[in-house]
């Protein structure tokens, strides 16, 4: 049984900071690509990062340069670290993490970005 907690969402003032945590229990965190995406209200989901075993990393263009996505692998946590944000950034960010053909996600963190 996987399951996938974030963590660390909230309110935060547009040009601010916000670090978000996603925590997994088992033991195939080490062995899974990690990712983050959000959603707003009457959008698809959509990509933010992904972060894969080997420590490769992919960002969407809204949010690279800005946004950071890592892992620890030891404690069984994912990150994202989230900088300079904007108010689209605002959505609920979900944690979701891959091992062949299986797919888990979390229940997500609302970030609320103000100007």
């Known amino acids: 049984q996987v399951q996938l907690v974030e963590s660390g969402g909230g309110l935060v003032q547009a040009g601010g900071s916000l670090r978000l945590s996603c925590a997994a229990s088992?033991?195939?965190?080490?062995?899974?690509?990690m990712y983050w995406y959000r959603q707003v209200p009457e959008k698809q989901r959509e990509f933010v990062a992904a972060?894969?075993?080997?420590?490769?990393?992919n960002y969407a263009d809204t949010v690279k340069g800005r946004f950071t996505i890592s892992r620890d692998n030891g404690k069984k946590m994912g990150y994202l670290q989230m900088n300079s944000v904007k108010s689209e950034d605002t959505g609920v960010y979900s944690c979701?993490?891959?091992?062949?053909?299986?797919?888990?996600w979390g229940q997500g963190t609302q970030v609320t970005v103000s100007l």
């Open positions: 979701s993490i891959v091992v062949g053909s299986l797919r888990y």
């Open positions: 088992g033991s195939i965190f080490p062995r899974a690509g």
């Open positions: 972060l894969t075993t080997g420590y490769s990393t």
